[in-house]
C-alpha cells in the first residue's frame, strides 16, 4: 500500500495513492495531543440506552422477525441512535450551547452500545439462552431421545432448573423471581465466562493496537462514518452541510421505502434491490458441472454495500468479489474432473474443502502474521516484562500497559480453560479450543481492519469443528464432547465477533479530531463496563421476551430457538457415529494456510501483486454470497473514479458515499420501528 498523502487539512481523513482511507493519525508523535474523558453525563447517556438498544434489538429480532440489527459489522442500532443523538445536538445547540456533546462524548456513546449491542446479537448471547434450555427442556429431549446419550455428561451447574423451563417455552407469563431463581446460576456463570472471554480479547487488542493501527496504518474502514459524521470542520463545515450528502442520503430513503410499501402492496412499483427480488445468475445452469454452483450467483443492489466499498483499497474490494468467484469455479471443477459426484467417497464429496481451506486460511494469516511483526512483539513483551533493552518503549497512551495486557490474556486464558475442565472437558482440549478460537478472533479482527465488509462470517470449519470434526469425535469422551456442545454459540458464527468493535473503539480514539482525543484509559473501562451492562441487559432482554410469548410457539422467530437445538443433533450424531481422524481434511487446512502464505508473501515483494489475502480468506466462507455483486460494483465506482478523477474527485465523492451507507441504515431502522 502507498505512503498516506498528507494534506494541509488536518482534519480530513488521510488518503493513500488508491484511495484507500485512514482516519487522521497525530501529525507529530513526539507531542500528544491533549485527552479528553468521559463525563459524567456521556457515561449516564450512554449507559441507559444500553437496555433500550438491546431490548430493541431482541424484539426486532425474535417477535418481529425483522431486520438483524446485531448481524452488521457497523451496527445499525448504534449508528441509528449515534444519527439521532446527532440530530438533537443541532437543536441543543441553537437553544442551549453549553449542553450541546462534544464529538469525545457522542463517540463514548457511540462505542458503548456497539460493544452491548454486539454482545447480544445472533451469534452470541441469542444462540447461549437457547442452547443452556434446548438441552433440558422434557420435550425436546423426549423427543431426540437425549437423556439416554448424554444427558449424564451434562454440567448441570451451567444450566438452569429445569422446573422453569416449560414456561419459557410456552409463553403468557413474565420473568418473575421464581423464574429469575431458576437461572440465577447460569446468568452468573456464563456472565463470567462473556466477560473473561471478551476482557481476554480487550487485551490482545492492546498488545496488536500500536502495530495494526499506528505502524501499518491499516485503513479501518468501518469507523470512518463515525467520526466523520461527528467532526465538525471550522473551514468546510459538517457534512450535514454538504448537498451532496443528502442527495445521496434520500437515494435509498426512496428506494428501500418503495420496496417495503411494495410488500404491504404490491401494486405500488419498486426497484428491485436484494437477491430475494433480483435474478439468480446460477439458478438456471442444472446440469453439471455448472450445476455445482448451486444457486450461489445471487445479485444484490445494496446501497450501504456500495457506499462502504468506496472507503475500500481498490486490491482489496477487488480481491473480495475475485475469490468469491474463483471458489465457485473451484467446485465447477471438482465435479468436472469427478471429485464430487453421487457415490464419491466421503473425503472426494468435500472437494476441495472450502471450510478446511478457510480454516487453514484464518490459522495461517494470524500466525504469519505473528512471525512478521515478531521484533514489534519482542518489543512489547520485553516492556511487560521489564527488560532493560526495551526500557524506553513506551505504553503510556495505551489503553492499559502492556504488563496488564499480557498478565490479564494469560489469566483470562487460563480462567477460560479451567472453566470447560469444571464442565467435563479432558484436561487439554480447551487448550486447543482457545488457541484456535483466539487465532480466529485475531484474523477476523484484522480482516475487519483491512476490508471493513458490512457483514462476514467464519469458516464452516469452526475452532470447536476443527478440534472435534477434524480430529475425529472418536477419540473424546462424552463428557468433552458435551461441554463442547455448549461452547458452540461462542465460535459458530463470527459475525457477533466483538473484538473488532474493541479495536475499533482504539481507532476511534486515535482518530477523533476535535479539541481532544478520546483517554484511551477511559476507553478501557467503558469497554469494561459496557461488556458487563450489555451481558445483563441481554439476560433480561431474551428471558423476558421468551416467558412472555414463548420460544417453542409461532409467535417467535422459529429459527433462533431452532439454532439452539442444533448443537445437540451434532453431539447426538457425534456420539452415535464417531469418526476417526481424516487426513484429507488436514491436507484442506495445510492448503488455506500455504495460499494465504504465498498471498502474503507475493504482496510484500511485488507493489503490482493485484490479490490480497483477505480476500481469499473471506472468499472461502459464506461471506461474500450475497454481497460479491454490489462489492464488484463499488469496486468498479472507485477504479472508474481513481482513473479519471484522481484522488481530487475521490475525496469530492466522499460526502456521497457517507450518505448512501447512512441513508440506507436510517431508513431500515424508521421501518423496522414502524413494523
Keep these: 500500500m502507498a505512503s498516506p498523502l498528507t494534506g494541509p487539512e488536518l482534519p480530513r481523513p488521510e488518503t493513500t495513492g488508491d484511495g484507500a482511507l485512514s482516519p487522521p493519525s497525530s501529525p507529530d508523535t513526539d507531542l500528544p495531543a491533549p485527552t479528553a474523558g468521559i463525563t459524567v453525563r456521556a457515561f449516564v447517556l450512554g449507559t441507559l440506552l444500553i437496555p433500550l438498544m438491546v431490548y430493541w434489538v431482541q424484539y426486532t429480532e425474535i417477535v418481529a422477525e425483522g431486520t438483524d440489527l446485531a448481524a452488521m459489522s457497523l451496527i445499525i442500532p448504534a449508528l441509528f441512535g449515534l444519527f439521532i443523538l446527532i440530530c438533537l445536538n443541532g437543536m441543543v445547540s441553537r ?158 430513503v426512496v428506494l428501500e421505502s418503495l420496496a417495503s410499501l411494495n410488500y404491504l402492496y404490491p401494486s405500488i412499483p419498486a426497484l428491485p434491490l436484494k437477491p430475494t427480488t433480483l435474478p439468480n445468475l446460477s439458478a438456471e445452469l442444472k446440469q453439471p458441472p455448472w450445476n455445482a454452483l448451486g444457486g450461489s450467483l445471487t445479485l444484490g443492489l445494496y446501497p450501504f454495500v456500495i457506499g462502504m466499498i468506496y472507503f475500500l483499497p481498490t486490491d482489496v474490494s477487488f480481491s473480495l468479489w475475485f475469490f468469491y468467484l474463483f471458489s465457485r469455479m473451484e467446485d ?89 475442565w469444571a464442565g467435563g472437558m479432558v484436561w487439554w482440549l480447551p487448550v486447543a479450543f482457545f488457541l484456535a478460537f483466539f487465532l480466529y478472533a485475531i484474523t477476523y479482527t484484522r480482516a475487519r481492519a483491512e476490508a471493513g465488509l458490512p457483514l462476514a462470517y467464519g469458516p464452516a470449519i469452526s475452532p470447536h469443528s476443527l478440534v472435534i470434526d477434524v480430529g475425529g469425535s472418536a477419540n473424546y469422551d462424552v463428557p468433552s464432547l458435551t461441554m463442547m456442545t455448549y461452547l458452540h454459540w461462542s465460535d459458530y458464527n463470527l459475525r457477533s465477533l466483538v473484538m473488532p468493535h474493541q479495536l475499533e473503539a482504539m481507532k476511534i480514539a486515535n482518530s477523533t479530531t476535535g479539541p481532544a482525543r478520546m483517554n484511551s484509559r477511559h476507553l478501557f473501562w467503558v469497554i469494561l463496563w459496557s461488556t458487563f451492562v450489555g451481558t445483563l441487559s441481554t439476560w433480561w432482554s431474551i428471558l423476558s421476551i421468551y416467558y412472555q410469548y414463548g420460544a417453542a410457539t409461532g409467535n417467535v422467530n422459529a429459527w433462533r430457538t431452532t439454532i439452539g437445538t442444533i448443537p ?108
Excluded at 456513546?109 to 449491542?117: F, K, R
Excluded at 423464574?179 to 487485551?203: E, K, N, Q
Excluded at 467417497?345 to 512471525?371: K, S, T, V
Aim: glycine share 10%.
Design 95 to 252: 437553544v442551549a450551547p453549553r449542553w450541546k456533546l462534544t464529538q469525545v462524548e457522542l463517540l463514548f456513546i457511540y462505542v458503548m452500545q456497539t460493544i452491548s449491542v454486539c454482545i447480544s446479537g445472533i451469534g452470541m448471547m441469542q444462540c447461549l439462552v437457547t442452547t443452556l434450555g434446548n438441552g433440558l427442556y422434557s420435550d425436546y429431549a423426549a423427543a431426540n431421545g437425549w437423556k439416554d446419550l448424554f444427558y449424564r455428561a451434562l454440567p448441570t451447574h451451567l444450566l438452569p432448573d429445569p422446573e422453569v423451563l416449560p414456561r419459557l417455552y410456552r409463553g403468557n407469563s413474565h420473568l418473575s423471581l421464581e423464574y429469575l431463581a431458576g437461572w440465577a446460576g447460569p446468568i452468573a456463570w456464563w456472565t463470567a465466562f462473556i466477560f473473561v472471554l471478551l476482557g481476554s480479547m480487550l487485551c490482545l487488542n492492546v498488545l496488536l493496537r500500536k502495530q495494526w493501527i499506528d505502524n501499518e496504518k491499516l485503513p479501518f474502514p468501518i469507523v470512518y462514518l463515525p467520526l466523520e459524521i461527528t467532526r465538525s470542520d471550522p473551514e468546510n463545515g459538517p457534512i450535514w452541510r454538504n448537498p451532496l450528502f443528502w442527495f445521496a442520503f434520500m437515494i435509498p
Design 332 to 420: 465447477v471443477v471438482a465435479v468436472a474432473t469427478g471429485l464430487r459426484v453421487p457415490g464419491a467417497p466421503p473425503a472426494m464429496a468435500r472437494m476441495p474443502y472450502h471450510g478446511e481451506q478457510a480454516a487453514g486460511a484464518f490459522l495461517g494469516f494470524a500466525l504469519i502474521g505473528f512471525w512478521t511483526y515478531r521484533k514489534y512483539l519482542a518489543a512489547v513483551f520485553g516492556k511487560a516484562f521489564g527488560e532493560h533493552a526495551y526500557r524506553n518503549v513506551s505504553d503510556e497512551n495505551e489503553p492499559c500497559s502492556y504488563r496488564t495486557a499480557v498478565i490479564g490474556f494469560a489469566v483470562g486464558f487460563a480462567l477460560l480453560c479451567w472453566f470447560s
Design 568 to 675: 445437540f443433533r451434532i453431539l447426538s450424531d457425534w456420539i452415535k457415529n464417531p469418526v476417526a481422524f481424516e487426513p484429507g481434511r488436514l491436507y484442506g487446512i495445510f492448503a488455506g494456510f500455504g495460499i494465504t502464505g504465498a498471498l502474503m508473501v507475493l504482496r510484500t515483494r511485488f507493489l503490482w501483486w493485484p490479490f490480497h489475502p483477505v480476500g481469499y480468506i473471506l472468499g472461502e466462507t459464506n461471506t461474500m454470497g450475497w454481497l460479491w455483486s454490489p462489492t464488484l460494483i463499488g469496486w468498479l465506482i472507485k477504479v472508474l473514479v481513481l482513473r479519471y478523477g484522481g484522488i481530487r474527485l475521490f475525496r469530492c465523492g466522499i460526502p456521497f458515499f457517507i450518505g448512501l451507507v447512512l441513508g440506507d441504515y436510517v431508513i431500515s431502522c424508521i421501518w423496522t420501528l414502524l413494523g
